[in-house]
Each structure stands twice: as C-alpha cells, then as structure tokens.
C-alpha cells in the first residue's frame, strides 16, 4: 500500500460547480497536511496547511482533516476556470520528508 | 524577484552526456530540495540539504550528485545520462526542516535523447 494515495482523475466540472479532492494515507504519524496547486509547465505552490485533524477555510478553500480516517479533503467552492490545475495533496510527521499523493488534474469549464 | 530560481529551464541532451542544474533561493531558507516529476505528475525528493549539509538522501543512483556551495544554493549534476532520467526537477526551500511552508521553483524540464 502506497503511503498517499490520491485519484489521479482527470476532473471536469461546470463553472460554479463545488470541487471536492481526497487523499487517504497510511502512515499514522503524519501529523502536518497540505495541498499544493500545479499550473501547468509551472512549479507546485502551497495552497492550503492543516496541523492534526479539523478544518481550515481560506476564501473558496477549505481543506479538510480526519485523522481518525487517515483521509484528507480540499473543497473548492464556486470553481472557477482559473482553478483548472493540478492539485497535490502532501504530509510528513515533524520535520521529516514530504510525502506527495500522485496528484489529480481538474478542469473547471467556462 | 522570483524566490527559488532553476537554470536551466529547459535541457534537451544526449544519452551518456554528463548535465548540471542550478537552483538559487533569495529567502533566506536554510534548508532545500531536489525533486523529480516524472510524465505522470509524481513528485518524489531526491535529496535534502540543510545549511549545505545533507539530511536527506532517497534512492537516487550516484549518478546524481547534488552540491551546496552556500545556503542559498543547490545544484545537481547528473552524470553518464539515461532516458530514464527524462523528467521535470523540481528545486524547493523551506525556512527549516520543521518549517510549514516549501515554496518551489519553476523546474527544469529535461529531456535525454
């Protein structure tokens, strides 16, 4: 079993539509959660950081963290075309690597 | 001002040839990465240094050899080049290992023919 998994999608979705992302993992000492945003032929940059389990909203962000579940979610609200990207969900425990899930590629159309 | 710059953007060689990317960092982090994306978005880190020192070393053949002359600076060599090593590299700092953000560069697309 992989330590993140992620479905690599692709996702397409309408204009306005809510976005939902997820991650599961195995390893039960993550303790710090992010996801990144991929444009295309650019590097990843940090959209969203949760520390342990709860909830953090950032404008039409919010990403979400079970830890109990070992699961991750980030949720777009009011998706827009500018959001089409590849999103990365990434975890490490303490100052330990970051571990990255495959990636899934979202495609918000006009 | 671009926080963690890549040179080369783009590198297009032949099998055997030995190739050197440089990665700068204007943030004042001490602690930077290596990552390689293959064709199918996987993002997986190569090495860790810390204030020039290596913290982490992946399963990278010797190949590869990343060099810290100073914080602000990592580059990788590559030598003898496979196709396998077609990919997209990725340079990355955070302010410290613990530290929560890791801002990336805009990587170098190589591509080994």
């Known amino acids: 079993q992989k330590e993140v998994e992620q479905d690599p999608g692709p996702l397409s979705v309408p204009e306005g539509a809510i976005v939902s992302l997820n991650c599961t993992y195995s390893n039960s000492a993550f303790q710090y959660f992010m996801w990144y945003r991929q444009y295309s032929r650019k590097g990843p940059e940090l959209l969203m950081y949760?520390?342990?389990?709860g909830n953090k909203e950032d404008g039409r962000f919010t990403a979400q963290v079970d830890k109990s579940s070992k699961y991750i979610s980030l949720f777009i609200r009011d998706s827009q075309p500018s959001d089409s990207a590849t999103y990365l969900c990434?975890?490490?425990?303490?100052?330990?690597?970051?571990?990255f899930g495959k990636g899934t590629k979202l495609t918000v159309n006009p | 001002d671009t926080a963690v710059s890549q040179t080369p953007k783009y590198l297009v060689t032949q099998m055997g040839n030995d190739k050197s990317i440089k990665c700068e960092q204007n943030l004042g982090h001490d602690t930077m990465y290596w990552y390689k994306q293959d064709s199918k978005k996987f993002l997986k880190i190569m090495f860790s240094y810390n204030n020039k020192e290596l913290i982490i070393n992946e399963t990278v053949p010797n190949r590869f050899s990343p060099k810290s002359p100073d914080k602000a600076h990592l580059n990788l060599h590559i030598n003898s080049l496979e196709l396998g090593d077609s990919a997209v590299y990725f340079c990355?700092?955070?302010?410290?290992?613990?530290?929560?953000?890791?801002?990336f560069g805009p990587g170098t697309r190589l591509t080994v023919t």
């Open positions: 990355a700092s955070r302010i410290t290992p613990e530290g929560n953000e890791q801002y």
């Open positions: 990434a975890m490490r425990s303490g100052s330990e690597k970051l571990v």
């Open positions: 949760t520390y342990s389990s």
